[in-house]
């Protein structure tokens, strides 16, 4: 989708940038990565795997333009979203509530009109959300970089515990 609207828009903010959903952006050193990274394997320990779909396109004021999870999937996604943002304890200068899948931002109204029209209004996208990704910025490629993976094991012993989730 990002391809296809290159073609029809030109370069458009996170054209390059690999799909995910947003859950928190955070500044930290090397070494809080590493105390990061613990934290996100006790979080994820908990959470349950989910069916995931999305469904129809949407727009946010500040020019994104992207794919929203359908009326059941969203409730999931967003009780996934705040149990790591509160479980989480490394300060955050973002958290995101509203669970989206971002194609393009800062797009402008006309390029916004644009994509509107080049893609159908309805589409089936489907996965399951097994995991958290920890992705790192990469000044030299000027990208978000993977760095580590942590999967939902769905373990209600856990530390954080099951019950918070849901």
């Given at each position: 989708?990002?391809d ?12 390059n ?16 990565i ?8 006790l979080i ?15 727009t946010?004021p ?24 509160q ?29 509107y ?7 089936a996208l489907?996965f ?12 030299d ?20 515990g ?5």
């Open positions: 989708m990002k296809q609207l290159a073609e029809e828009i030109g370069w458009f903010n996170s054209k940038s690999l799909a995910h959903i947003t859950i928190n952006e955070f500044m930290a050193s090397e070494k809080q590493e105390f990061i990274k613990k934290e996100l394997i994820c320990d908990s959470i349950k795997p989910v069916a995931v779909s999305l469904k129809t396109f949407g946010y500040n020019g994104a333009f992207f794919l929203a999870p359908d009326e059941i999937t969203k409730p999931e996604l967003k009780s996934i979203l705040q149990y790591v943002n479980a989480f304890n490394t300060n955050t200068r973002f958290k995101n509530s509203e669970p989206h899948l971002s194609i393009a931002r800062k797009l402008s109204p006309e390029k916004i009109e644009k994509a029209r080049l893609f159908p209004s309805a589409v489907n399951i959300c097994d995991s958290i990704t920890l992705r790192c910025y990469n000044p490629v000027k990208q978000f970089e993977i760095v580590s993976s942590f999967p939902f094991n769905n373990n209600p012993d856990s530390f954080y099951q019950g918070t989730l849901f």
